[in-house]
């Protein structure tokens, strides 16, 4: 007898084909896993950055301000380190270091900012003193510039009428300061210096000597004094010439006159009750006859310079006249 067909025990070794249960994938891009499987975190905005005050950096080379490289909550974040904008005014710098290991071993890396000065106070500038025009000396003009149909004479004596001979004749009517320059004597000391004055005197120079050409036209003399910074003119009687001097150059308000107090007929100059003037260049004095002057130059840098004349009295003119006649005959 046939027994009957047992069905298998095991089942086909081929299964029926199952529709997958993952999506096909999507393309880059817009899936938000990442290779392997691994979720991304999402971007987060990223917080204020922290900065460390100046007290809490301890780095003695720096001793400028840097932000941390990690958050409080442990969140990832860069490693690059943040500055605040440099305050170039103030001094801030980067200040560079070359670590042994890492990355510093190829490029500098930034230790810290440099430490911020103070503001500087703005400097305190001189004034230059203003040149003074009037005591430099002016070019020469140039002959080319003046009038062609004049002639200028170089020489010091002209044609001019001479009462005295009551006949036109050659005079000496000009004296240039280069010639008077060579008559230059120094003054003389006549009296004690009071306490703090300093001997120092001047130089005086003659430009003329005009003898007196009439018992109506007196003689005259004149010329120039120069009194350096700090001298002094000690006290001089005139006779009974009169003296007329003009202020050419000085310090302003620095040039001194003193005229000596008269005293019945008897004049001498006395310190305490001296008439004293303070005088600037322009000022013109005179001292008259039978009187005292002193002069003083209180100014510590400029020179002070008086042009003066003096007038000789009549009767001394004639007497003067007369010896010159006498001394003409003598010579004839």
């Not at 605040?84 to 810290?112: F, S």
């Not at 230059?184 to 120092?200: F, S």
């Amino acid at each position: 007898d046939e027994e009957p067909d047992e069905e298998p025990d095991e089942e086909p070794d081929e299964e029926p084909d199952e529709e997958p249960d993952e999506e096909p994938d999507e393309e880059p891009g817009e899936d938000d896993s990442a290779p392997g499987g691994n979720s991304v975190i999402e971007e987060e905005d990223e917080p204020e950055v922290n900065v460390v005050s100046d007290e809490r950096f301890t780095d003695e080379r720096s001793h400028g301000r840097i932000h941390s490289d990690s958050d409080s909550s442990g969140a990832r974040r860069s490693k690059r380190q943040r500055y605040p904008v440099l305050e170039y005014w103030r001094n801030e710098r980067m200040i560079y270091e070359r670590p042994e290991d890492g990355l510093g071993e190829v490029l500098p890396m930034v230790a810290g900012i440099s430490e911020r000065s103070k503001t500087p106070a703005a400097p305190t500038r001189k004034k230059r003193p203003r040149k003074d025009i009037s005591m430099s000396q002016p070019v020469p003009i140039q002959v080319s510039d003046l009038p062609e149909q004049y002639e200028f004479k170089d020489s010091d004596k002209g044609r001019v009428w001479n009462e005295k001979e009551a006949k036109a004749s050659k005079m000496k009517i000009i004296c240039r300061s280069k010639a008077m320059k060579k008559t230059e004597r120094e003054l003389p000391i006549t009296a004690d210096r009071d306490p703090g004055e300093e001997d120092l005197v001047g130089v005086a120079a003659q430009g003329f000597l005009m003898n007196p050409m009439s018992s109506a036209i007196p003689g005259w003399i004149s010329g120039y004094v120069t009194l350096p910074p700090r001298a002094i003119k000690d006290a001089e009687g005139v006779g009974y010439c009169s003296q007329v001097f003009f202020v050419a150059e000085c310090q302003p308000g620095s040039f001194e006159v003193a005229i000596a107090m008269p005293q019945d007929q008897q004049i001498v100059f006395e310190p305490e009750s001296a008439q004293r003037y303070l005088l600037s260049p322009g000022d013109q004095f005179f001292v008259a006859p039978g009187n005292v002057y002193r002069l003083q130059n209180h100014s510590k840098k400029v020179d002070c310079k008086l042009f003066w004349t003096i007038i000789k009295p009549l009767e001394a003119a004639d007497k003067s006249s007369d010896e010159g006649e006498e001394e003409a005959d003598e010579e004839d």
